[in-house]
């Protein structure tokens, strides 16, 4: 099973937004509403910040949102702040049971 | 709260079996799933396998089968992750995570492929 296919970098200016793409195939990101976008800081656990495409856990802002478009998810972060600079994940479940990450988004905020 | 609390770090030489444990706390461990994911140095995340805690069931990404075993004990709500025939790049820190729980629309369910609550991560070096 394949990774899911992330850009490996984004940026932004604090204020504007920003979308991550998380690309997969009609076997996972494509067939299911199962994709989960998690932030990680240097050093620290993931934090799940999308499950199910769009939902957000309680305590997550607003400012994050999610969608999806085919076999592609996107993860935007409005409002764009210094804080949001973080590595970006996302994962899917899959046809055959098991769960797939993607490569990972570097975010700089300027 | 709810919280899972990992093993200490380890240095295994190539060859050998490593388990790792997650002690869960703060909530009923059999009405949620356990996940192993991965990160080595430097790298992105990896899923290893996942553990239904309520059946005993599992399933393993499969460039691990054959040397990932995951098990959970209901009486001190332990998960295990052991892993055998240790290579180099094994070096990784090691994380469980649970699965999901939330409401939208008005309604709460379970979403078993997400993770909302992790461990801090157990740090596994092989090492000759």
């Known amino acids: 099973q394949s990774a899911l296919t992330q850009p490996a970098s984004v940026s932004g200016s604090p204020g504007q937004s920003i979308t991550i793409s998380c690309t997969g195939t009609?076997?996972?990101?494509?067939?299911?509403?199962?994709v989960s976008w998690y932030q990680q800081y240097p050093g620290k656990a993931p934090k799940l910040m999308i499950y199910?495409?769009?939902n957000r856990p309680s305590g997550i802002s607003n400012r994050f949102s999610g969608s999806k478009s085919g076999n592609t998810a996107s993860l935007t972060i409005s409002g764009l702040q210094a804080e949001d600079e973080a590595a970006y994940y996302c994962?899917?479940?899959?046809?055959?049971?098991?769960?797939?990450f993607g490569g990972g988004t570097k975010l700089t905020v300027l | 709260q709810v919280q899972l609390v990992q093993s200490g770090a380890g240095v295994k030489k190539p060859g050998a079996s490593v388990k790792v444990s997650c002690k869960a706390s703060?909530?009923?461990?059999?009405?949620?799933?356990i996940h192993w994911v991965r990160q080595a140095p430097g790298q992105g995340l990896e899923w290893v396998g996942w553990?239904?805690?309520?059946?005993?069931?599992?399933n393993y990404a499969q460039k691990f089968q054959g040397r990932v075993t995951m098990t959970g004990d209901t009486s001190t709500t332990t998960a295990y992750m052991e892993l055998s025939g240790l290579r180099f790049d094994d070096t990784a820190v090691y994380y469980c995570?649970?699965?999901?729980?939330?409401?939208?629309?008005?309604?709460?369910?379970?979403?078993?492929?997400?993770?909302?609550?992790w461990g801090h991560g157990t740090t596994v070096i092989v090492s000759s």
């Open positions: 703060g909530y009923t461990f059999t009405d949620y799933y």
């Open positions: 199910d495409v769009v």
């Open positions: 994962s899917s479940y899959t046809h055959s049971g098991i769960v797939v």
């Open positions: 553990i239904n805690l309520n059946s005993g069931g599992t």
């Open positions: 009609s076997s996972d990101v494509g067939a299911y509403n199962s």
């Open positions: 995570a649970r699965s999901g729980y939330g409401c939208s629309g008005g309604s709460c369910y379970h979403y078993y492929f997400g993770m909302d609550v």
